[in-house]
């Protein structure tokens, strides 16, 4: 593969993720975010394949694999799963629940909100990622320093979904777009972290997942299970001061 | 009480340190995988009274290992490595062992509960507290800045369920808030090694080893590097607490079980911030170190103000022990900003003090609440009288925690401001007197109110059997702790370790 593929090939991926972001950033709350997060997972897959071909690191092959499996299928699968409700006998019937429980079930198009404006910051944010990253853009050499700003605009589009998302699952969308980010700038700024680095932290990604899941399934059963994507966590307001 | 305790020992064992080379690696793997067997043995044996001890067993591992290894590496000896080098325990890495294994002891040992062991969650409270210990002890002996993260995040995902232990709603909204919270904020810091992983390679040498860092000293892109660091640091400070990223504390703290409160606050705080004062030095090392000073002085100073006000106006007593903690979290940064050589030792001391003050705290708060039934302030009164088992030592680790006279903190306390005015940072002192006062007064007047004056009419209810076995809990550890807060900051014998310790975090004199 000639740096002019390599490269091409780069910017093809990375634009996949950044597309993929904005989709994410769009998706109406009935919609399911597992195939723009497949198709996100499997573009930072072929972006460490094209990497570890450019750079001629077999190593990066098998981490372009644990990749591919884990942010390509087995992360989008947990995020829309539910796992007490599929497995449990179904939540406790209304009737049980104290009085002081508010009213929970909320209609699942929230107050027809519009997307326009988290499109709009969306935009913005890349803007302001391609300011940030040119500095590191400078140090970084080879195929993938044009595509850099990508992995920042991903960090920034996690970070908005994850303020702004009312549902659980929403939250957990944004921080996985987060986690892609850095990833994405972890391949294209250094080719990828030491590989022991690189297993431990997606050990960690993985187990962070699961606990959000379960806890997720907890705060459904103790606020009470409401429309898809989990309960609306504006109702999370038992602690103050 | 750390040092006191494995002094014997330690020596035994330094001794072993000069005859052969194996001694120190193999201590730096029990301390890891003694915790993480103790896991184990809980998983598999499921005995009643495996999974009463075997948290309290790991502490003490960490405990007698770290003392050991502070004692063969500190006053000249060279660090130990293993593993090829990903871990490595050198003064502060001991130092820190040694704060780990005594306040964990601390909180396990309080916080021994044959109710909880017999329930059916028991085993996996116990497993997850070993595991939350072996990661705390690999985020303190890891090298490699990588290693360091994955291990910190470790404690994340360790302590996620042990903060919703109490299951409702309130348990399991403060846990998902953490999780979240705390995984953003050190994901930020992994954003950060990745750029200065990137500026070391464009130098030519791709390298996360902070020894290798601090002594190649490569010439990485000045820009890169710093905005690496300062994210780094940024995200290891959200994880130890420091305002304005301290949100998910005071939620995560007040609805933990008790020991794994004291856990949290007494020393998972203090490991993450071993992680900031990694980063800091690096800062001071590769760059002309002001980004990293300017950002632990504001989180300090904020930190401070946050804690003031929230002390003052707080109705609950674990959340009033939890902003207690961003407090002194905020005394620590405010030192390490300081950063000359007796502002680095008293955040040292501070850090310990802290640690088995607060544990022994928390542990009473939870006493208080097996026995009242309630953690709201109002509701608490003439505790001394009442329960004196609970109320004398409650009173007393609050008061060391206010820093009054014979607690190690004050001595640390007025170090600090001392070694701040020698550096010129008279204004920063000032502030931090006046919320210092503020905290003493807002603390003081609550922990008063709950424990001297009349009970109130007790209730003529039987008491419930948490209640019992509150009121019959040992007493020894908390007591220990709090004689050895007021009386490490004295140990001179200590000033030649503590010296070793901040030569590796770079005091200048």
């Known amino acids: ?241 | 009480m750390a040092a006191v305790l494995t002094a014997p020992l330690a020596a035994g064992l330094a001794a072993g340190f000069t005859a052969g080379p194996v001694v120190g690696p193999a201590l730096v793997w029990v301390a890891l995988l003694g915790p993480a067997l103790c896991a184990l043995a809980v998983l598999l044996l499921r005995r009643r009274a495996v999974v009463l001890v075997a948290d309290v067993v790991a502490s003490s591992v960490v405990l007698l290992c770290g003392g050991a290894l502070l004692a063969g590496v500190a006053d000249g000896g060279a660090a130990v490595v293993t593993a090829g080098g990903l871990l490595r325990v050198d003064p502060l890495a001991g130092y820190l062992l040694v704060v780990v294994g005594a306040v964990a002891l601390t909180a396990t040992w309080g916080g021994l509960s044959p109710g909880r062991a017999r329930s059916r969650r028991g085993g996996r409270y116990t497993t997850l507290v070993c595991l939350f210990l072996a990661a705390m002890v690999l985020a303190v002996v890891a090298d490699d800045l990588g290693v360091t993260w994955v291990a910190v995040e470790g404690t994340t995902i360790t302590t996620a369920f042990l903060v919703g232990f109490a299951g409702g709603r309130r348990a399991v909204e403060a846990a998902w808030k953490y999780v979240v919270l705390a995984s953003v904020g050190v994901g930020i810091a992994f954003l950060g090694l990745v750029l200065l992983y990137a500026a070391t390679r464009a130098a030519g040498d791709p390298t996360l080893s902070w020894v290798r860092l601090v002594t190649d000293r490569p010439a990485v892109d000045p820009t890169v590097a710093r905005m690496g660091l300062l994210l780094a640091a940024l995200g290891f400070a959200t994880k130890a607490g420091l305002a304005p990223m301290h949100a998910w504390l005071p939620d995560a703290h007040s609805q933990a079980p008790a020991p794994v409160s004291g856990l949290m606050s007494g020393v998972l705080l203090a490991v993450a911030f071993g992680a900031v004062l990694r980063i800091q030095r690096l800062d001071a090392v590769l760059l002309d170190g002001a980004a990293v000073r300017t950002l632990l002085l504001v989180g300090g100073l904020l930190s401070l103000l946050v804690a003031a006000v929230l002390v003052v106006t707080q109705r609950d007593l674990k959340r009033m022990l939890a902003y207690s903690s961003i407090e002194h979290m905020g005394l620590v940064a405010v030192a390490a900003a300081v950063g000359n050589r007796l502002a680095l030792a008293a955040m040292l001391v501070h850090l310990l003090v802290h640690g088995l003050a607060k544990a022994s705290t928390f542990v009473m708060a939870g006493r208080v609440l097996a026995v009242e039934g309630t953690t709201a302030i109002a509701d608490v009164h003439g505790l001394v009288r009442s329960a004196p088992r609970i109320g004398i030592p409650f009173l007393a680790g609050a008061v060391t925690l206010l820093g009054l006279p014979p607690s190690g903190l004050f001595l640390t306390e007025a170090a600090l401001v001392v070694a701040g005015l020698r550096s010129g940072y008279g204004w920063a002192m000032a502030i931090v007197l006046v919320l210092l006062l503020v905290v003493f007064v807002g603390m003081g007047r609550a922990v008063i109110a709950m424990t001297l004056g009349a009970p109130a009419p007790a209730g003529s209810s039987e008491p419930a059997a948490a209640a019992t076995e509150a009121l019959s809990a040992p007493l020894a550890p908390v007591a220990l702790a709090l004689a050895a807060a007021c009386l490490l900051a004295l140990a001179t014998p200590l000033a030649g370790t503590l010296d070793s310790v901040v030569a590796v975090i770079g005091g200048a004199p």
């Open chain 1, 1 to 241: 593969m000639s740096s002019g593929d390599a490269s091409q090939a780069v910017a093809l991926l990375a634009g996949l993720e950044l597309l993929t972001a904005v989709l994410l950033a769009w998706r109406g709350p009935a919609s399911s975010p597992r195939g723009p997060l497949a198709v996100q997972g499997f573009a930072l897959a072929g972006l460490v394949a094209v990497i570890g071909v450019a750079e001629g690191e077999p190593v990066l092959w098998l981490v372009a694999l644990l990749v591919g499996v884990l942010k390509g299928v087995v992360l989008p699968t947990l995020v829309v799963r539910r796992p007490s409700r599929a497995a449990g006998p179904a939540a406790p019937p209304a009737a049980d629940r104290p009085a002081t429980v508010r009213p929970v079930v909320r209609p699942a198009v929230v107050r027809g909100r519009s997307r326009v404006p988290l499109l709009l910051g969306a935009a913005g944010l890349v803007v302001v990622a391609y300011l940030a990253a040119r500095p590191v853009t400078r140090v970084v050499t080879g195929a993938t320093g044009q595509a850099l700003p990508v992995g920042f605009a991903l960090v920034l589009v996690g970070f908005a979904l994850l303020a702004t998302g009312r549902r659980s699952q929403s939250q957990l969308v944004g921080f996985l777009v987060l986690d892609n980010g850095i990833a994405t700038t972890a391949f294209l700024a250094t080719g990828g972290v030491p590989l022991v680095v690189e297993l431990g932290v997606s050990l960690d990604v993985l187990l962070v997942v699961l606990v959000l899941q379960v806890l997720g399934s907890r705060i459904d059963t103790a606020f009470g299970a409401g429309a898809p994507g989990g309960t609306d966590l504006d109702q999370l307001r038992e602690l103050h001061d």
